[in-house]
């Protein structure tokens, strides 16, 4: 089974496994032997939830994908903290938990909404003069990785469980859970890590349509043909990106290399309603490529420059 396959592919990945695990999971049970396969947004080995598989030409939705926003749900303990900010890290200090109330918790959180200044954990795929942060830090190198702003939409507190604390954040893409954690837990005094971390959603994909990954395992025919069901096709894999219909010429010109220009739409581009930003090209319900649309004068006005084009 030699064959090309585009599009997504929504997955729940288990505890213990890497990102890169559940890629070759996807390209076993599929088949897909000389087909690119990728994936959209790292999740650490100890952590689960969605993963986004990226199947063929889906690759290229790679950077349209990551940039959406994302939905977690954490568990920190206070009292201990580690050079990973996680649960498979080294120990590097503990200290007392004091008696801390859920609203007390809570009144803290509060203050890491918004747009907030963040440091990556130095245990992290950040490149530092070139070289992975982690790699670096695995040979105990000295690094000190540049501050980035994220933003934190929400924080919700939804259990204290001294020394645990259960909470879901939605967040920009960019965003370090374990980061977060870390400087929450200083915040409350003790400090603390990440025990687990799930991902629920990545823009309007969630984790609860997702294949579980252990599933990927089961090959059969009939398993085949369901799995190749839940491939979602290009078109449909960026939902909240706005479209507009264009003929059978200008999709075969755009497909060959032409640069379009406003006055090749039919009946000119009308912009309105149009934000700036990402605008995909359909023909006959398949996507053939993203556009950056520069929104200035109105409609009629402005410019459309190519991103991407599917074949």
């Known amino acids: 089974m030699g064959h090309q396959i585009d599009g997504i592919l929504l997955v729940d990945k288990t505890e213990g496994e890497t990102s890169h695990d559940v890629v070759k999971k996807v390209k076993s ?25 990226l199947l063929g030409q889906g690759t290229k939705l790679s950077r349209f994908i990551m940039s959406e926003d994302k939905v977690y749900l954490g568990t920190m303990r206070l009292g201990v903290e580690t050079d990973t900010l996680d649960c498979t890290g080294s120990v590097l200090r503990t200290g007392i938990v ?24 130095i245990y992290s795929a950040v490149k530092y003069k070139g070289t992975r942060a982690y790699k670096l830090a695995r040979r105990g190198e000295e690094m000190s990785l540049k501050k980035r702003n994220v933003t934190v939409y929400s924080l919700r507190i ?28 200083k915040s409350l005094g003790p400090g603390g890590h990440l025990t687990s971390l799930r991902r629920l959603a990545s823009g309007t994909f969630k984790s609860e349509d997702a294949l579980n990954s252990g599933e990927l395992l089961i090959k059969d025919r009939e398993r085949f043909s369901v799995l190749r069901g839940k491939v979602i096709p290009l078109r449909a894999a960026l939902p909240g990106m706005q479209e507009i219909k264009v003929g059978d010429l200008l ?61």
Not at 99 to 119: N, P, T, W
Not at 160 to 171: A, K, N, Y
Not at 251 to 263: D, M, S
């Open 251 to 311: 999709a075969k010109k755009v497909r060959h290399g032409y640069q379009p220009v406003l006055e090749d739409f039919a009946g000119g581009w009308d912009m309105t309603g149009f934000e700036d930003g990402n605008v995909k090209l359909v023909r006959d319900g398949e996507l053939v490529a993203i556009v950056k649309a520069n929104k200035s004068e109105g409609v009629g006005h402005g410019k459309v420059r190519i991103e991407r084009v599917f074949l």
């Open 98 to 121: 004091p008696d801390l109330g859920i609203e007390q918790v809570r009144e803290k959180a509060r203050g890491f909404v918004g747009e907030i200044e963040q440091s990556p954990p």
């Open 29 to 53: 049970a599929l088949g897909l032997k000389d087909c690119k396969v990728g994936h959209a947004g790292t999740l650490d080995p100890f952590a689960t939830g969605l993963l986004i598989i």
């Open 158 to 185: 939804y259990s204290v469980d001294l020394p645990d604390v259960t909470m879901e954040v939605r967040c920009s893409s960019g965003t370090y859970i374990r980061s977060l954690a870390a400087d929450l837990g």
